[in-house]
């Protein structure tokens, strides 16, 4: 398989979707597979761990990205998941064989993925056609699904439910604390490549100042004391309420059906994105479910958090072991969105055939 195929698959791959634009990915080639790691040593203690559901969902979005690629050169890529992907850090998510294209035109560089992107900023009431609802209502991978809604009854439900769960956030001094370290504010901050940049947030006037304002975690803490968390969750959990479509990924807590959540997300963000559809993702209420079955909500706060749990089984409508991975707000956007950038290839790609 040619080496140069590999990097340039990796190089396409790599704008997946990661939370806090984290990219906690290190691809590596030994010229047979393409083996999926977590980057310890570039993102330990400054996101999701290596076995959590937030790093889950981002890996599975990497191997779909990496997947659909392929698939659309020919390359016959054939996956082998870990058995418990993320459980040993040091072991790799997955490793992906290749075989080499049998006709070397097949291979261009424009791809439904590289269109994927989100946008936060507000979307018209304009409803979704009606084929593109079916395709997102009946999607599987796994036992991962798909759950969409246009009711502005469930939509007002879902609000509610990502009202409660920010109110949590921002009361949690580890999220808090990931997100404000993920803030690019200056050009020169942005050009390094990951985290988000705030020019991306689609910040109401004055949310700059304000985000500024409330990143140091110590000032958040004083002012949550007059209220402040309910304010930041009813600006959080608007544009939810306002639709106009909302899809949600849903799958058993277990680490491979998170991995599949995660490939699902992507697969269907590809596609909505194709149709000139905007993408918003909230995984504030998935990241309180997971902080819950964890036993990491802060103290006083665990009564809110089942709360959540036990309506987000009703909005949702979750049987068994199944669980919220995702919530995303969709639809035809006012304003393109500016993109986000990347890290250099060379920090979260390797070929070991050439080292
Ligand atoms: C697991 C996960 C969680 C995310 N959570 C949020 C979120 O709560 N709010 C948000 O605005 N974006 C969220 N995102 C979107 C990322 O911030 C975004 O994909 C990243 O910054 C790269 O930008 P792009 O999607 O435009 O390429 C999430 C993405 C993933 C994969």
């Known amino acids: 398989m040619d080496s140069d195929v590999v990097r340039r698959l990796a190089d396409i791959a790599r704008r997946a979707p990661s939370a806090d634009n984290t990219q906690p990915w290190r691809m590596e080639w030994d010229g047979e597979h393409l083996a999926i790691y977590y980057d310890t040593a570039r993102v330990a203690g400054k996101t999701f761990p290596a076995d959590s559901p937030g790093t889950l969902l981002s890996m599975g979005a990497l191997i779909e990205s990496l997947l659909a690629v392929a698939d659309s ?57 009606q084929a593109l609802v079916a395709e997102l209502t009946g999607s599987r991978q796994g036992a991962a699904r798909s759950w969409f809604s246009q009711e502005p009854a469930a939509r007002a439900r879902a609000a509610d439910l990502v009202k409660s769960a920010s109110r949590i956030r ?66 959080d959990s608007a544009p939810v309420r306002a639709g106009p479509g909302l899809l949600a990924v849903i799958a058993p807590a277990e680490p491979q059906h998170s991995i599949d959540a995660g490939r699902l997300l992507a697969r269907q963000w590809h596609a909505l994105n194709q149709h000139g559809l905007a993408v ?45 991975h995702m919530l995303l707000r969709v639809g035809y956007s006012r304003k393109p969105a500016k993109s986000a950038l990347r890290l250099p290839l060379e920090r979260v790609y390797r070929d070991t055939t050439r080292s």
């Open 73 to 129: 050169w020919a390359l016959r890529p054939e996956l082998e998941l870990a058995q418990r992907p993320g459980a040993a850090a040091a072991a790799p998510f997955a490793r992906i064989a290749f075989t080499a294209p049998a006709d070397p035109e097949a291979i261009t560089d424009t791809h439904p993925v590289t269109l994927r992107h989100t946008n936060r900023g507000g979307y018209t009431r304009q409803l979704l056609p």
């Open 170 to 235: 921002f009361r949690t001094r580890e999220i808090h604390q990931w997100l404000s370290a993920s803030l690019r504010f200056t050009p020169a901050a942005v050009a390094a490549g990951d985290g988000l940049d705030v020019d991306t947030l689609a910040l109401p006037p004055g949310g700059r100042a304000m985000l500024h304002l409330i990143s140091d975690w110590r000032r958040l803490r004083y002012l949550n004391q007059l209220g402040m968390h309910h304010l930041l969750a009813a600006i």
């Open 280 to 324: 918003h993702p909230y995984y504030v209420v998935a990241d309180q479910l997971a902080r819950l079955r964890s036993g990491s909500i802060p103290p006083g706060l665990e009564p809110t958090a089942r709360d959540v749990a036990a309506a987000s089984k009703d909005v949702f409508g979750l049987a068994g072991a199944e669980t919220l």
